[in-house]
């Protein structure tokens, strides 16, 4: 539960917009952002809480240059360097967000990340998939006794384990995980979403889905499969660029999933089979017996003189095998319903 908003199966899907790093550097431009995720449907908006050197160093040694993924070429230094949110922006981020009813809460990346937003007063905490093996980190989090959502990309199943007995055992009683590929952009062909009720159903606790496929086909999908969380990245403008911008929603993108996310809570139901109460009235239209021919009294019921056929005011047509030749206890005309009085 996150500042009394309950995260669940039966739920609704709890839907994170990460901003990142798509403010491009410009305050207002981060304001703008959580008012998007607020009208498009957003529950929380989620920031990421480090510094260039509180995620790496700066050097020119090969290792410490990126391939393989679209920032390419980059050094990590750099690309962290660009894409940081300032520390000065989280609190008045964090008051513009609490006026709007929408949660704010972080990615820590060390210690002292935790102790400023501890000091901010975020009521949750989130993990990100390359720290899912930081146990150190883990702990501090967990000592918090915030509730703790961690996405699980990159890590083997082993070390899912790992982290979920890390946590509890260092006093994390709310937690969750979110199924991740970090791949950036995702294939979704990769994603394998049924891992979502494999974990929820090993650990026991609410599963999500922390996603970087295009498009929402996926996230929708998730929810359909049980994800209570869904988390994507949310930008003004993918044209105007920046680090995550090509696997970034647009707002009105943001806000169409959003809502196709609630239809979906609201289709799946209870699970109960049976009419909804919006097709009750239409029961009357279903086939019942009735008499097609004019029928006298003590005269047999056959196939010629009774059918099954709309609507539903006469016996049910399982009874037609028992109806056959018992007698008309009186005369009935032709487009009677058959009922248990006209039978002698």
Avoid at 70 to 95: C, F, N, Q, S, V
Avoid at 143 to 167: F, Y
Wanted: with cysteine; net charge neutral; glycine share 8%.
């Amino acid at each position: 539960m996150i500042s009394g908003r309950r995260i669940g199966p039966g739920e609704p899907v709890y839907v994170i917009a990460e901003m990142s790093c798509n403010h491009h550097g410009r305050y207002e431009e981060a304001e703008a952002i959580v008012r998007a995720a607020k009208e498009a449907g957003a529950d929380a908006i989620k920031l990421q809480t480090y510094t260039p050197d509180t995620m790496t160093i700066d050097s020119d040694q090969p290792w410490f240059q990126i391939k393989g993924t679209i920032w390419d070429g980059r050094g990590l230094y750099d690309l962290y360097r660009e894409a940081m949110t300032p520390w000065e922006w989280h609190a008045p981020l964090k008051k513009l967000a609490d006026s709007l009813g929408l949660h704010l809460f972080s990615s820590p990346f060390d210690r002292t990340a935790v102790e400023f937003l501890e000091k901010l007063g975020v009521p949750a905490y989130k993990i990100a998939s390359f720290e899912n093996g930081d146990l150190p980190l883990m702990r501090l989090v967990a000592a918090t006794r915030k509730p703790v959502i961690v996405s699980t990309g990159t890590a083997m199943p082993e070390e899912i384990d790992e982290a979920v007995s890390a946590l509890k055992a260092a006093g994390a009683q709310q937690l969750a995980l979110l199924k991740c590929v970090s791949a950036y952009p995702a294939p979704a062909e990769e994603m394998n979403l049924r891992a979502i009720r494999t974990l929820s159903e090993k650990y026991g606790i609410p599963v999500g889905l922390s996603d970087h496929t295009l498009g929402s086909t996926v996230a929708i999908a998730a929810a359909a499969l049980g994800a209570c969380i869904l988390e994507k990245h949310l930008t003004l403008s993918r044209a105007a660029g920046g680090p995550d911008a090509p696997f970034s929603m647009e707002p009105e993108e943001f806000a169409e999933m959003t809502a196709a996310l609630r239809s979906v809570h609201a289709a799946l139901g209870d699970g109960k089979p049976g009419p909804s109460a919006s097709e009750r009235p239409s029961r009357a239209f279903r086939r019942s017996l009735f008499v097609v021919k004019d029928v006298r009294a003590g005269e047999a019921f056959t196939a010629e003189n009774i059918r099954a056929i709309r609507p539903g005011n006469g016996l049910p047509p399982r009874d037609y095998d028992a109806v056959l030749g018992r007698k008309a206890a009186k005369d009935v005309r032709r487009g009677t319903p058959l009922s248990k009085d006209l039978l002698a």
